[in-house]
């Protein structure tokens, strides 16, 4: 996946070491999840949806790093074994993507302009390593700010199926994960993030503001963390999926 111009440039004068700058779910320190690994009964009921969000192009600039691959090996993990459920559960991904040529939903005095501005088509596609399931029924829906919801229909989706449940994977954690969790809560969705498949690119926000957004910001909401273990035994303790 090629990157362009700026946007690398961006990324490399953003951190000085990309590898040690990255938060992942143990650096600085393993994320502690909300709710203890020692109890083993969680579930997400029958109306859960599973979100993945952002990941795009931009994921190759983190495929080199140890934090980076360790985040795509759990991330496709988890999509895939969503996907071998009987029956699958609804998956959403989302993707920041702008229309025509001029990027009509970017103006000059957009600040998300400065954050997204320079993504090109080809950045907007889901990076390879993670499946879009379309015989699953998978979604794929386009966004133009930090929100997953920014501009499409997540939030009609959600309803008409009659979702309560929601479980985010993505990047980044200060944008699309810490946004999307906010919004869907505000309108009454149970929330879980997984820890493992949240990272925290480009490297310009230290690990520290990573670590605090997991277990400070979104645990006082009250939202959960997961690791991907307790969201893979709570599938397998959850209902068959109604979609
Ligand atoms: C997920 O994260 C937890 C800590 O938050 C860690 O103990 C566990 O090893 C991680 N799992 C994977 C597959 O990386
Ligand atoms: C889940 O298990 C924990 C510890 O075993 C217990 O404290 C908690 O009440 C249980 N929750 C439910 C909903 O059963
Ligand atoms: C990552 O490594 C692969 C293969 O070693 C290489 O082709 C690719 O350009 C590298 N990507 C980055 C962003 O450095
Ligand atoms: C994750 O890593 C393990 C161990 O290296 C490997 O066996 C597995 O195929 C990887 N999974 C994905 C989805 O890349």
């Known amino acids: 996946m090629r990157l362009s111009k700026s946007m690398l440039t961006l990324l490399f004068l953003a951190s000085t070491s990309l590898a ?7 650096n600085p320190h393993c994320i502690t999840p909300t709710i203890p690994t020692t109890n083993h009964n969680l579930t997400f009921g029958t109306h859960y949806a599973v979100l993945n969000l952002d990941l795009i192009g931009l994921v190759a600039s983190i495929a080199n790093t140890t934090a980076g691959s360790a985040f795509i090996n759990s991330t ?29 939903e ?8 400065k954050v997204a501005g320079s993504v090109t088509p080809a950045e907007s596609q ?13 979604v794929v829906l386009d966004k133009s700010r930090y929100y997953a919801g920014w501009g499409n229909s997540l939030e009609t989706i959600l309803h008409a199926q009659g979702i309560d449940t929601v479980i985010l994977s993505g990047l980044t954690t200060s944008g ?10 505000n309108l009454d969705y149970k929330v879980y993030v997984i820890a493992n498949n949240t990272i925290q690119t480009p490297g310009n926000v230290a690990p520290e503001v990573y670590t605090s957004i997991l277990e400070g910001i979104i645990p006082t909401l009250p939202a959960d963390v997961i690791t991907v273990e307790q969201a893979m035994d709570a599938v397998k303790r959850s209902g068959p999926a109604v979609y």
């Open 76 to 104: 496709a993990t988890w999509i895939d074994f969503i996907h071998a459920q009987h029956p699958p559960p609804l998956s959403i991904f989302s993707r920041v993507a702008f229309s025509g040529t001029r990027k009509a």
């Open 106 to 113: 970017l103006g000059p005095n957009s600040p998300f302009t």
């Open 20 to 26: 040690q700058s990255i938060g992942y779910t143990c």
């Open 126 to 138: 889901i990076y390879p390593a993670f499946k879009v399931d379309e015989k699953a029924g998978d």
């Open 176 to 185: 699309v994960i810490l946004n999307t969790v906010y919004t869907l809560y």
